[in-house]
């Protein structure tokens, strides 16, 4: 698995910057005052560090925006990377700033003068974060990891004790984007469980179950989906019990379908490579439990999910069969390609039939229709309680990732009406999102907090963010355990 670019913090010693190799970084502010290792940089520099700072080109930098000074004079550094900060940054112009500093640093080591700055631990996530390259199936050993980061503070070590946390996430986010970045045919859901099985190492308690189980708790929703393929189905639950003994987990559900030919009723072949990504929802659980397994959260969550692979074959189901959920409502399949909430619907009765949880998430690549609605920019969220989706949105707006609440309501039921079943898997394109939302809410019990995360648009995209390069983004790992550290954690 790819791991965060080695950090480490130390002291400044103004003596032995001429020494350095590889790049520097120093952080100016809008003031265009230089600090005290800037200034030994600058004098070493004969003034051009200076001079760059009082010029037109640095005035028009925005906050968090770097310039590259290359060839210095006087240092053995091959280049000075000028950071424009505020003083007092917030957390996510310093996380941005730390990916600028990730996208220019090159091969080789960095160091970045930060000494006296706030936020150190924001502006290494993010070096950390958009440091990340998947790069498991090249053949080209130019394309390894990045060098070590050096970062040169006032106090090195509270700036490592405020960075393990960070740390544990950015641990967690290449988990889920290794694997969502991964093939189909590396990615199996047999791989997919050993994956998270190897997941105790940290602690977690993990649980692999086989499909004679899953048949004998009646998952005929969930088994429908995966019988079309040679890759057996399985669920997988992952345990982190850090806090109190008698006090109810929350529970992550994800969908992990590693790969949706839409089965039956198959997609266009156009673009159809990309449904790798389609266990996103599960790839999000799985980094978050090694997050919170990292950090030793003082928390009870548990991590569920659903592993299958949509194929189409003699053996698949076909639009118009009906099956029969765990729950024992019956469900007239008729779209073979609206699998997710198919998988989803047994996993969170399960849930909650097992765990009891306080509150129940669940996390799924589910609908285009979100794509139309939201874009890139916003996973959907859906949700049966106010207080608690006002928590997650705002764990979501701490830590910068995009999340809109959509609606819910009664009259969409009507859609899903079958004539032959309890209800159909589908209903129909208008409201396509909020009608799979209503689907998943007939699995949730009356009285417990729920929220459906739609993230087929944020999950991986074409074009990078700022703080990931383009492929799977990781999005919902900080947010789900910012969440987790709010409102779940025992407080001293």
Known sequence: MTQPAALTFGALDIDTLAEVTGRIGVIVDE??????????????????????????????????????????????????????????????????????LAKIRGKGAMTVLTAGRTRI?????????????????KSDPEAGPEGAVHMVV??????????????????????TRDLVNA?????????????????????????????????????????????GSDSPSKVVVMKWMGGEKDTAPLALVGKGVVFDTGGISLKPAAGMEDMTMDMGGAGVVAGVMKTLALRKARANVVGLVGLVENMPSGNATRPGDV???????????????????????DVLWYAQETFKPAAVIDLA???????????????GVFSNDDRFCADLLKAAASENEGAWRMPLGSSYDALLKSRIADMKNIGGRPAGSITAAQFLQRFI????????????????????????????TGWGVRTLDRLVADVYETKD
Request: charge should be negative; charged fraction near 25%.
């Open 445 to 472: 019990k009356e009285g417990t907090p729920w929220a459906h995360i739609d993230i087929a648009g944020v999950a991986s995209i074409s074009k990078g963010t700022d703080l990931s390069p383009a492929g799977a």
């Open 31 to 100: 003031d265009a005052k230089l600090d005290i290792g800037a200034r030994r940089i600058n004098k070493l520099m004969r003034g051009a560090l200076k001079g760059f700072v009082e010029s037109d080109a640095f005035a028009k930098m925005n906050a968090g925006e770097v310039r590259v000074l290359h060839a210095p004079l006087g240092l053995i550094a091959e280049a000075v990377i000028v950071l424009r900060l505020p003083k007092r940054p917030e957390s996510g112009t310093a996380r941005k700033a730390g990916a600028a």
């Open 365 to 379: 690549t589910l609908t285009g229709a979100i794509i139309i609605g939201l874009g890139h920019d916003n996973a």
């Open 323 to 345: 099956v029969t959920s765990m729950k024992g409502d019956t469900i007239e399949v008729i779209n073979t390609d609206a699998e997710g909430r198919l998988v989803l619907a």
């Open 154 to 175: 006032s106090a090195p070590e509270a700036a490592e004790a405020a960075y393990a946390d960070k740390l544990a996430q950015a641990e967690g986010v290449f988990f």
């Open 121 to 137: 631990e924001d502006l290494a996530l993010g070096i950390a974060l958009r440091g990340y390259a998947f790069t498991d199936h």
């Open 183 to 227: 093939p189909a045919n590396v990615l199996t859901t047999t791989k997919f469980a050993d994956d998270l099985a190897a997941l105790s190492v940290h602690g977690l308690d993990v649980d692999v179950m086989e499909e004679a189980e899953l048949e004998d708790l009646g998952m005929g929703s969930l088994l429908c989906v995966g019988q």
